[in-house]
DNA sequence: CGAGGATTTCCACTATAATGGAATTTGGTC
DNA sequence: GACCAAATTCCATTATAGTGGAAATCCTCG
């Protein structure tokens, strides 16, 4: 087998390395400010240190896989969901159907998935939310004047916004007031599906 | 956000982050052994020593992310098809087609992947085989005993074994001795796709 | 079986990942 | 602006990732 030259190839493949790695670690970064987590938190749930974390994020510090494994999973992402590179800004971003890494969070009876760029200091975001049968999203208060838009692509849906209610089937739509405790319940014995938007200020 | 305590937590994920780890470790091990490369030889293509290599396939260390994705590169590999895992043992196991971390050897006239499964010391191989037009997959000789059996999926492929000729057309099948220096050509003008097994001793 | 080359492992050393706790910064409230 | 609590960064220390070269092991061939 040629191999070639050792100086060449090392000097390459390590400037591509690094860049690799501190991508990863600055995405680490987004995916946790995203969930709203402190280092702390992510501490406690990952087992990896706050100080390590805080090096991390800011490419001081270069991790081990087994602690990429620990982060990863923290985050509840495979390490290949993690790496897998979101990289330059492209005229057109796609989220694939199939991709895990815009899990914004997830329960047993409900998941949040981001449809836009989960870049943050944005006044708008866009999700798409899957409810059990029987599983609500309950929210307190967002910053005064949030409102939310949805539409109901599958199942029927019970709405409630402070102290109003409404009833959504297949196909309606409906915005209100998220400034105040509001709630998302599924309403029928199938799975909903909601595409969800919401407006800050 | 409710965060479960520490000394739980850290154990049980520290434990799973490190199986991971090992397994993605081991694994480099049979990728490299398996394209026939030498610690020295995948030292010079990732740019890590050979030392490091060889305690991290032995799990006696534990890569930094920036060294993984060295390895991976040297391997044609993705950080996230090293890393995805092929696990425990199952009753079935599959190789998605768009899997490319099976892939055995590839330059720009033949791509070869592995389509059994790539534990070492058996004696039989499966492989899928894809020629550029022009292209051709030379091989020195095995081991003696050596038997290829080929079928052509796609194109027109001219199969030569030591001073034998002959010329396969899109559904013709062959086997040929392996134990001398062979080739198969793809004589057509549109990529040649063939499915190879080899058989040794 | 012994010699010689290739491959792998061991060893001493250096660089840095990882930790815990203290110091600093940040953001909100009076 | 001063104060407080939460979050982040800094710092000293420890553990270990990573390196180069020497020793050991493995093959192959006569």
């Known amino acids: ?19 690799v790695s501190r991508h990863v670690c600055t995405r680490i970064h987004d995916l946790r400010r995203q969930r709203g987590w402190s280092l702390d938190v992510l501490s406690q749930l990952s087992g990896v240190s706050r100080s390590m ?18 982060i990863a999973s923290a985050l509840g992402l495979s390490v290949a969901e ?19 890494s815009h899990i914004f969070r997830s329960d047993e009876n409900c998941s949040i998935r981001t449809l836009s760029p989960l870049h943050l200091e944005k006044d708008v975001e866009f999700y798409e939310v899957l409810i059990n049968p029987g599983g609500s999203l309950r ?9 939310e838009f949805l539409t109901v692509q599958k199942g029927k849906v019970t709405v409630v916004s402070d102290t109003e209610t409404t009833e ?7 915005s209100y007031r998220a400034d105040v405790t509001h709630e998302i319940a599924n ?4 799975d909903a599906l909601v595409f969800l938007v919401v407006i800050y200020q």
């Open 82 to 100: 993690l790496v897998e590179q979101a990289p330059t800004v492209h005229n057109i971003e796609v989220i694939r159907a199939e991709d895990r």
């Open 53 to 70: 974390l805080s090096q991390i994020e800011r490419n001081q510090a270069n991790p081990t896989l087994a602690v990429t494994v620990k």
């Open 168 to 174: 959504l089937n297949r196909g309606d739509s409906a």
């Open 187 to 190: 309403s029928s014995r199938t």
């Open 139 to 147: 929210s307190a208060a967002h910053f005064e004047g949030t409102r």
């Open 1 to 19: 087998m040629p191999v070639k030259k050792k100086t060449e190839l090392s000097e390459r493949s390590t400037a591509s390395a690094e860049d």
